[in-house]
């Protein structure tokens, strides 16, 4: 059956998904134009500037403006996208489980677990994807923009460059380590899905507040927000006086990656059992 | 005949001064078109909700088919809740096979047949049909599976009175035999000729279970008019 919750998850979540991969590209497409509009014609504005006549300036200030504002609708649709993706998936869960559709999800022949598992999967991917949308986007924008002024070879050199220095100041030689690799990315893959649970469970324990269930939703919330922070302070406090060898950054990060996801997936799988029994145990629709 | 639902003991309560249902035990049999009858309030649809799991009794023991209130006993209820329980942006086509995935026991042909003959389009959207159709949409999901129990609350309270003619036709016609039907509604005169039994609630509490013939014996009153009497202002 988890099959099946799946299969109609997705049916009814792509669209939402494809439209605000949709947005991006267009977002994208938008803030190049802007930007190469801006880089490659500011010659030509200041030309147009010295002619001293007030209508071409007005016009050279408009299309200024209109590059300007392309880039600033780039950057607004970027921020927004995954927020919005986020915010969609919780509605939708909260819409058919705790609404009137609830009655529908609720009377299926399936486990709680099947469920709540099949809007976590559906939802989690949908979040990977649209995070793997905004690195294309951006990395898109700054191959676009860049590659008009610098030229292809300059820009991949550049990137090398930093990504060269990147790695040396965050990992120092602890790039080869293939197990931070790992846990960094694990962590990667594994958050957008984490975030869910949080977020669902969230709302499924809210329930169990009568008079205030969305309300009480928003507080058990910002509540995980809450000791998910005070135990990486803890776990962080207790890594940096426990380390003391010479290469004490680069085991410190490789603690805190392997120690954050731990924290995580182990108060995910609290969340998770708490739901399960206001599902399985405490479950009172309107 | 043996019971195909058991209840022992049943208690549930929204606020702490007030139970929804009050210790309530009762054995249904199969195979019987049983009224759930009662004023506003009396606790008719939290009963019908605790028989299909959306709420949890806060004590006591339901059974269907012997099987304690889980997703085993979902497979065997058919449920038609008191609203509109279908996303308004979803056509009737899809929710057929939606259904027909989920419900072993679903005849998607019949319900097809059925909606073609009431000239409702599948391809429609929910949101298009008119209240009375939306009914009969519901409707016609629910009894288009061949289910062990079908639960309808309030199947034909806020339809005219040429829906309510079908809509309790279509009960009569299509329910399986061996099954039970328990009709949850205050709007007696309108199901009375349907009904094997009857269940009377009041304040959360069972106040009678017998049949509706013994009523009529007994009384010689029809279900409607001992209604009156039992729940008189």
Redesign the interface.
Known sequence: ?LG?LM??EWKETWKAGVGVLFAMAAATLLGWLGMGGLLSNSDKMENLYSYGSETLEFGAAMMQMAGVFSILLFTMVLMFSVFFMLIYLIVRYYKTMFS?????T??????KWEIFLSKVLVGGFWLIIVYIGLMASIFGFVILAAGTELGMAELLEGMKEIGRAFSQVLYGTALDDGLLMLGTILYMILSPFLVLVFAYGSFTIGQLC?GARVFMGFVVYFGIGVIQYILQIVMKACLVAGISSDNAFSRYLYLNVYGRLILSVGLAVGIYLWSMHVLN?????K | MSDLVEIYGVSKSYTSRYAAVNNVSIKLPAGKIIGLLGPNGSGKTTMIKLMNGLLTPDQGIIKIGSVEVGPQTKSMVAYLPDKTYLAGNKRIRNILDYFADFYEDFSKEKALEMLSKLGIDPSARMDTLSKGNKEKVQLILVMCRKAKLYLLDEPIAGVDPAARDYILQTILTCYNPEASVIISTHLISDVEQVLDEVIFMKNGHLVLYTSAENIREQHGKSVDAYFREVFKC
């Open positions: 059956m099946k299969k109609y009137d559709e609830g009655y529908l609720h009377t299926l022949p399936v486990q009568h145990k405490k479950l009172n629709l």
